[in-house]
């Protein structure tokens, strides 16, 4: 069908989507509500827009260097390798320039300084995308001061997405870049710069994004909503600033643009467990569309929300004056992104063009260089100017994720006189003549004259321009599940007494079957290569002491030393069973578990949480609250089902102050169906681990949850027979 003949209703949300409506117009007022659109606002002495990676790094590098007590990072991405450097690509106040090392000088100059850093644990899907052990490099090899905490308190498929850093509770940053690779780059853009490396040597395209600086009472709000986080991740209230809070954190070389301003804080937190839901930014978005009268200048890296696009269609179709520059990538690096996103930008794009508003709303990405052989800006930016009179900048994008899936933070300013509605009008001007190769004064003056912001996109200097998106209506046609799964419009489901549990259609559960199927052959596999698959070896040298009078204290002694270096503690039980054969057997290699688990679950309560800590980070916090409430259950089921090693979760469990008694009846409801299996095969068990099939698997299988569900009903009486006394 021709575009110009689609009907806007052609083009609702897909049928297998959620509906979920807009928020309704702003009631009469001024447009930051808190409740509505803002958290919160919080005035700030100076505030200012920093564009580009190089000043973003380059002033954060600066204001770290005045931290007195407190550095809180928050990310959906950190990299210690990457360079925390200025415009210049080089550090020159003698500091490392890679971030850990950095870091690791800040607290060696300051002891008292403490730096915390809260990262999404991110989904395998980025794994490649992202570095591979970021406890190691930021906990492990950095002093005790660096804590690092990884922060799945989410719905499933949800991302934390938020980009904070706050300094002494003083200053605060939030915008679009984390601290991460493939971020640093010029506002010059200049392709093949050789700075633009990423940690491997690896050079890549230009990059564009944005971040905003507060400091007074702006910074402490968004300081109190990353305390805030942590406290749900790590289950762990941090301390206010101790000491002497004067002195300035504002970076000296950076010149405010804002004085005493209100800041707008708006958050999208999706529902989750007993946490309360905030779409905010969300209402934000159509608030601003609501309030535009001649123009709307926007920077995002995804452009998919439906909702938000009807808004802005029916807001231009009632101003006729009004026009719209929106600045995004040219196109998307990982088919996952492409297909996902940019399947959702082409459906809104075909929206826009059905109403006959292709003219006045210019969909552009910037491009540098040669017109001929141009090099495309990636934009990650997630910026939105109302005429000249609202800006916001933060970490959300124009898609459904961000307004009730992920965690985003804006923060907002509303020109309430003429100083900042001219320095709002600067931010715009200096980012659009960025993209054509203009200055910020050029640019007003062609605006001043009378041109529009799209009429000015069409006079770029050489050398800098912006682009048309290429609009292909066939794409809206591309996989649609991708899109649907990728960019949810809310949680697919709501704990803390919320359930909206959605009907499991039977291509659900093929796919639940088709990933178990792929779980239980991936275990054949990993177990057929393991050291379960030669147990033979360790039998031959129990059978030489099997019939001496001190041999069962001889094999204790070797499950407590086998406990002591992580060896497999089953490849034990299996080989004493299958030696000593029947309840013997079963018996002694029990007795041995248990004998290594209460060991080394002692020198866990001996090297106590603080030793412990610092291997898998404040989320120990977390561990200890679930084992004190459900000990038996916890323990017995990572008995079971072993997601972690034997000795690793005896460790945890004595650093964590498990009650003994718990510890130990979890420890023995574990063992005893793995005990029972191996005394009814006997020596066949070793047959089992050399040669499993699919079909003794799962009778194993099949066995422990039988068990699993025995254990349940135990916790539960036990449970209540706490509760009763």
């Not at 009472?217 to 968004?222: E, K, L, M, N, V």
């Not at 980012?431 to 062609?446: W, Y």
């Not at 088709?514 to 040298?541: C, H, R, V, Y």
């Amino acid at each position: 069908m021709p575009t110009d003949h689609l009907d806007i209703a052609e083009l609702d949300t897909p049928e297998s989507a959620t509906p979920v409506s807009a928020p309704p117009p702003l009631p009469a007022g001024p447009l930051l509500q808190p409740g509505r659109n803002v958290w919160r606002i919080e005035q700030a002495a100076r505030a200012a827009v920093l564009v580009d990676g190089a000043n973003y790094f380059g002033a954060l590098r600066e204001a770290m260097l005045n931290a007195r007590e407190t550095i809180h990072i928050v990310g959906w991405d950190l990299d210690s390798r990457m360079k925390l450097v200025g415009p210049s690509g080089k550090a020159d106040d003698g500091l490392p320039e890679t971030l850990s090392a950095f870091l690791t000088a800040l607290v060696a100059r300051n002891p008292r300084l403490r730096i915390r850093l809260l990262l999404w644990d991110y989904s395998v899907v980025f794994a490649f995308e992202r570095e591979l052990a970021p406890i190691y490099s930021f906990m492990w090899s950095t002093p005790k001061q660096i804590e690092l905490c990884l922060d799945d308190e989410l719905p499933l498929g949800a991302s934390h997405h938020q980009k904070l850093v706050v300094i002494d509770d003083q200053l605060a940053f939030s915008g679009g870049l984390d601290l991460t690779q493939r971020r640093w780059d010029t506002s010059d853009h200049v392709p093949g710069d050789p700075l633009r490396l990423d940690p491997a040597g690896a050079a890549y395209d230009p990059f564009h994004d944005v971040q905003m600086v507060v400091d007074g009472d702006a910074a402490g709000a968004i300081g109190k909503l990353i305390r805030e986080r942590w406290k749900r991740a790590a289950c762990e209230n941090l301390p206010p600033i101790r000491g002497n809070s004067s002195g300035d954190r504002w970076p000296q070389s950076l010149e405010p643009e804002f004085h005493d301003i209100g800041v707008g804080i708006a958050r999208t937190l999706p529902a989750y467990g007993n946490g309360v839901e905030a779409r905010e930014v969300e209402a934000l978005f159509f608030d601003m569309i609501d309030a535009a009268e001649h123009c709307l200048y926007i920077e995002n890296q995804f452009f998919t929300c439906e909702r938000f696009t009807a808004r802005l269609i029916e807001r231009m179709l009632a101003k006729p004056d009004l026009d719209v520059v929106l600045v995004t990538p040219k196109g998307y690096h990982s088919w996952f992104e492409h297909r996902a996103m940019g399947v959702g930008r082409a459906r809104v794009m075909a929206r826009i063009h059905a109403a006959g508003l292709s003219e006045r709303v210019r969909i552009v990405y910037p491009e540098v260089g040669d017109e001929a052989a141009g090099t495309p800006i990636m934009v990650h930016s997630k910026v939105m100017i109302v005429d000249d009179r609202i800006m916001r900048i933060g970490s959300a994008n124009l898609c459904n994720r961000s307004m009730g899936f992920d965690t985003e933070c804006d923060l907002v300013v509303v020109g309430e006189n003429e100083t900042t509605r001219a320095a709002i009008a600067g931010v715009r001007n200096r980012m659009l003549g960025e993209h054509i190769g203009r200055t910020a004064d050029e640019v007003a003056t062609m605006l001043h004259d009378g041109a529009t912001l799209v009429s000015v996109i069409d006079h770029p200097a050489p050398g800098r321009r912006l682009v048309v998106v290429p609009y292909d209506p066939e794409a809206t046609d591309l996989l649609p599940s991708i899109d649907a799964f990728a960019d949810p419009l809310e949680p697919l489901y709501e704990d803390g007494g919320r359930s909206r549990k959605p009907k499991q259609s039977g291509r659900t559960w093929l796919l639940v079957l088709g990933a178990g199927i792929a779980i239980i052959a991936g275990l054949l596999l990993a177990w057929t290569n393991s050291p379960f698959a030669e147990p033979d070896k360790i039998m031959q040298a129990l059978d030489g002491i099997s019939d001496r009078p001190w041999a069962p204290a001889l094999v204790v002694a070797i499950f407590i030393l086998g406990g002591l270096v992580v060896f497999p503690v089953t490849v034990l039980m299996v080989a004493t069973v299958a030696v000593f054969g029947g309840w013997t057997g079963a018996l002694l290699a029990g007795l041995g578990a248990v004998s290594s688990s209460l060991v080394t679950y002692g020198i866990g309560r001996r090297l106590g949480a603080g030793l412990v800590r610092r291997f898998i980070g404040p989320r120990i916090n977390r561990i200890r609250r679930g084992m004190q409430k459900q000990g038996v259950l916890t323990v017995a089921t990572m008995r079971l089902v072993p997601a972690a090693p034997f000795t690793f979760v005896n460790l945890v469990a004595g650093a964590a102050e498990l009650r003994f008694l718990d510890f130990l009846i979890g420890t023995v409801i574990g063992l005893t169906p793995g005990l029972l299996v191996m005394t009814a095969l006997g020596r066949q068990i070793v047959d089992l681990v050399k040669s499993p099939s699919l079909g003794s698997v799962a009778l194993l299988v099949g066995f422990i949850l039988v068990w699993v569900l025995l254990s349940l009903s135990f916790q539960f009486l036990l449970t209540r027979h706490r509760r009763a006394n």
